[in-house]
């Protein structure tokens, strides 16, 4: 392999989307990431987001649909999974029980022909390097979890890889043993020097042990940034809320360095035009609980959790729930002020969440949506717009309305939407899949039956995967014309 610039890239992927071809499923979608050589980078997001089917194709078991893969600037997209210099450790140690340890770690070197003599000798150093020395002639059964997950990194480790890929390696062993490893891998990458992509659904995991975190949600990339960078950051509310744990408002600039969310006015450090719509991230541990006249905004202690450095109090004010962190104890039902510190408030552009589908025209002229009628009329929509006697529609000059060019686009708002679990009710149905609780209500995320994403908000908690009917009255709706 040709030497590159120290600081030079390893692995690039560049618009890599992959498109499962038995169900069509878009796992993976324009996936765009630079990974720098001798890096520790965690790709984290929760289950299905695409971490491992990501994880596949930079290790050649997985072949990308659209986008390219270079290794130190060559493209690999295709190369085969034995002719990468990568190797690969599972979250399911799969070692071979009938093997004892030395044979499981030498297994690669073996189908290389390499000599007996220097296969021990590499065993050795293996075992040295993750600290089970003299396991040379156990058995597998007789290990624990730990162990066992240990003999797999030096079984990957021994083909001497450039790149490790570590699929949540450490998802099937219990806290005090994943903590463990945690600080074990990381000391390990650091003496190795070899370049670690990691995947992850723990975010603690992630911000412990990263250079680089790429956060992932639903295929996509929301955010790529140091530790420190997402969690003080966050880009988006989705990496707010993933992220270490948030209070998420939504509110709106009133001046100068100043915003309003729940009830109150804050100073802050974000100089956003005024009347912007924003998204306001505040964590615990930076809301200060003081005295109720003392408080910015005012509220009651509902809920008191002990939770070993420190006391989770959770307060209700007005409609908004804000979760504080403390040393200080309190007890329900005590009334408190909150203030907040301007740097303890991150400040985002809210994310329009406007809601736009395409409705159909039916034979009779009328707006429909999935095969509902809506009480809209198509006349209004067109300048000038007239119904003939036989029930065609003209535009001003007279002409004849070509329903096939003509597209009617409608919108509407997360907050004019609401949730049913009748299968009646609703013009569409679909399934959870997403939800963000932003202090008054949730924000949550609809997959329908149409494959189109709904943005609903709702103050009641729904769960991930609930079915439910959205009922979207049509003088909610605002309609266009696309041609
Ligand atoms: P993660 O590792 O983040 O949990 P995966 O990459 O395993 O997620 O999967 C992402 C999505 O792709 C999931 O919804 C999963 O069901 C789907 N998926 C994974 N493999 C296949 C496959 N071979 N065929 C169809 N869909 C798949
Ligand atoms: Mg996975």
Redesign the pocket.
Known sequence: MEQTKDNANIIELKHVTKR?E??G?I??NDFNLEVKRGEFVTFL??????????LRMIAGFDIPSEGEILLNGKPITSLPPYERPINTVFQRYALFPHMNIRDNIAFGLKQKKISKDVIDKKVKRMLSLVDLEGFEDRSVSTLSGGQQQRIAIARALVNEPQILLL?EPLGALDLKMRQEMQLELKAMHDRLGITFIY?T?DQEEALTMSDKIVV?SE?QIQQIGTPEDVYNEPKNAFVADFIGESNIFSGIMTGRLKVRFCGGEFECLDDLQEGTHITAVVRPEDVELVAPEKGTIRGVVTSVIFKGMHYEITIQSGKNEIVARSTKTARPGDHVGICLDPDGIHVMVAEDHTNTFLVDINKDYRLEYNGNVLDASLTKLIPGGKRQEDGTVVDASGETIDLGRLHIMASIQPGDIEMTDSEEEGLIHGNISNLIYQGSHYLYIIHTDLEQDFAVYDEDLWNMGDRVGLIMPVEKMTFSIRK
Request: aromatic share 10%.
């Open positions: 499962f038995d169900n499923y796992a993976v997001g929760p289950s299905g987001c695409g971490k491992t089917t990501t699929d995947v659904h992932m295929g």
